[in-house]
Nanobody, 128 residues
Framework: QVQLVESGGGLVQAGGSLRLSCAAS????????MGWFRQAPGKEREFVAA????????YYADSVMGRCTISRDNFKNTVYLQMNSLKPEDTAVYYC?????????????????????WGQGTQVTVSS
C-alpha cells in the first residue's frame, strides 16, 4: 500500500509564497509519477502539477504555470510544490497524488477519478 502525507499548508496573504511537501512511503516509486491537485469549496478537484519520479519531467496546469514549481527529492521520497505570487483563487485543499505517468501527464489534463493514490490533503488559504 502507498501512503502519502502532505504538509506545509496554511494562511498567507495574496502575493505571498508557500511550499507544500508530500512524503511518500510503502512502495518503490521509481516507475511512478507524483502530482498535486486542489479542490476549492463547491468546486471539483482539479489538476495542478505533476513530475516524473525519476527523470524530472514536469507538467503544469495553465492556472499555475509560471507561479508554481514541482520538484522531488528521491532520497527522501518527497515531492514539493513551491507556490509563489499566490492569489485568493488559489485557496483550496491541496492533495498529493501518485500514479503511472500516463495518468498524471494525461492531456489536456489529468483526471482525478483515474488517480490511484491520494494523500489526506492540506489547506491553503490566501487572503486578499
Amino acid at each position: 500500500q502507498v501512503q502519502l502525507v502532505e504538509s506545509g499548508g496554511g494562511l498567507v496573504q495574496a502575493g505571498g509564497s508557500l511550499r507544500l511537501s508530500c512524503a511518500a512511503s510503502g512502495r518503490t516509486f521509481s516507475r511512478y509519477a507524483m502530482g498535486w491537485f486542489r479542490q476549492a469549496p463547491g468546486k471539483e478537484r482539479e489538476f495542478v502539477a505533476a513530475i516524473i519520479w525519476s527523470g524530472g519531467s514536469t507538467y503544469y496546469a495553465d492556472s499555475v504555470m509560471g507561479r508554481c514549481t514541482i520538484s522531488r527529492d528521491n532520497f527522501k521520497n518527497t515531492v514539493y510544490l513551491q507556490m509563489n505570487s499566490l492569489k485568493p483563487e488559489d485557496t483550496a485543499v491541496y492533495y498529493c497524488a501518485a500514479d503511472m505517468p500516463a495518468t498524471l501527464f494525461k492531456r489536456p489534463t489529468a483526471r482525478p477519478e483515474e488517480v490511484t493514490y491520494w494523500g489526506q490533503g492540506t489547506q491553503v488559504t490566501v487572503s486578499s
